[in-house]
């Protein structure tokens, strides 16, 4: 028996439910670019349990993993992972409340927490109600719009850590900056967090939630798929009206674009591959950098080669 189906065979048997394991899984069905090559494997555990499970036996095994929220932050390249892909769905995605402290799971998507929050009138995640992520990786990059950012409203976070325990972390232990934290690049997995809201108006809040979806509408390129803002803001300027500036409005390589109605997105235009999303990124942080001398970097995470 081959190394790789042995492996494949001991994840079958931590994860119960049959077909929840997957081998050289398209990757562009997970990613809000929809662009992307197979993971070797792809594993969708149902509890804290398997996802424990399934870490440990990636540690005994020597193999590198990956945790999967919604992927809208990631570009996974035209060959794909040989990461094992930890996708974190239903299991995860649980709310409750304990007065003004929304307890959530790291899948649950930030514009159903937004939502549910308003439900039991609460306010302070209007901002997040168009983010098109999950918690967990909302609180790993500290994931913010409109003023807004997940700092504002974390209390805690529940992480499984590089021993393989559980353990609550304030929020002040993470390093919480823009777009970062120290939970990017370290071993921590984000389990559930608690966000301290506020009681407010019902009404308000869902004026303030219309007013930010109206704006995403009119000023964001929602008809085509890509991963949101591509570049970080640089200091003192904004990426997208550096990237107008440079005359890059409407730039194309193969099927990827510099979307024409928010120069801050690169969009999949027409059946873009990874390969030309990358091309076009290179070429817009090549231009700028040339024009302005500002370096742009990258918001979004590339995977895989």
């Known amino acids: 028996m081959s190394r790789d189906h042995q492996f494949y065979q001991e994840l079958c048997a931590v994860i119960a439910e049959e077909g929840r394991v997957l081998q050289q899984e398209p990757m562009k069905y997970h990613t809000t670019f929809k662009v992307g090559g197979p993971a070797r494997y792809f594993v969708r555990p149902v509890d804290r349990r398997e996802l424990a499970a399934v870490i440990s036996l990636c540690r005994r095994a020597d193999r590198e993993w990956f945790i999967l929220g919604n992927g809208s932050n990631l570009l996974v390249c035209d060959k794909g992972i040989e990461r094992v892909v930890i996708a974190m769905e239903e299991g995860f995605g649980d709310v409750r409340f ?9 899948g649950i998507l930030l514009s159903r927490l937004a939502r549910t929050a308003w439900d039991n ?5 209007e901002f997040a109600a168009g983010i098109p992520g999950t918690l967990g990786g909302a609180v790993v990059m500290n994931a913010g719009a409109y003023g807004g950012e997940i700092k504002d409203v974390l209390e805690w976070v529940r992480v499984l850590n590089a021993e393989g325990k559980e353990e609550v972390l304030p929020a002040s232990a993470l390093g919480l900056a823009y777009r970062s934290s120290i939970l990017q690049g370290n071993e921590m997995i984000v389990l559930e967090a608690g966000l301290r809201l506020l009681q407010g108006d019902k009404e308000e809040s869902k004026k303030r939630m219309e007013e ?14 890509s991963a949101g803002s591509t570049f970080k803001r640089p200091e003192g300027y904004f990426a997208g009206k550096l990237i107008q500036d440079a005359g890059l409005r409407g730039k194309q390589i193969g099927g990827a674009q510099v979307s024409e109605k928010h120069c801050g997105f690169i969009i999949n235009r027409e059946n873009a ?6 091309n076009l990124c290179a070429f817009v942080a090549g231009e700028v950098k040339k024009q302005f001398g500002v370096k742009l970097e990258l918001e979004v995470k590339v995977l895989g080669e």
Request: proline share 6%; glycine share 12%; aromatic share 2%.
């Open 98 to 106: 304990e007065g003004t402290l929304a307890i959530a799971g790291a």
């Open 121 to 125: 009138g609460l306010t302070g995640l």
């Open 212 to 225: 930010l979806a109206a704006a995403r509408r009119e000023k964001q390129p929602l008809e085509y798929p």
């Open 273 to 278: 591959s990874a390969e030309d999303i990358l």
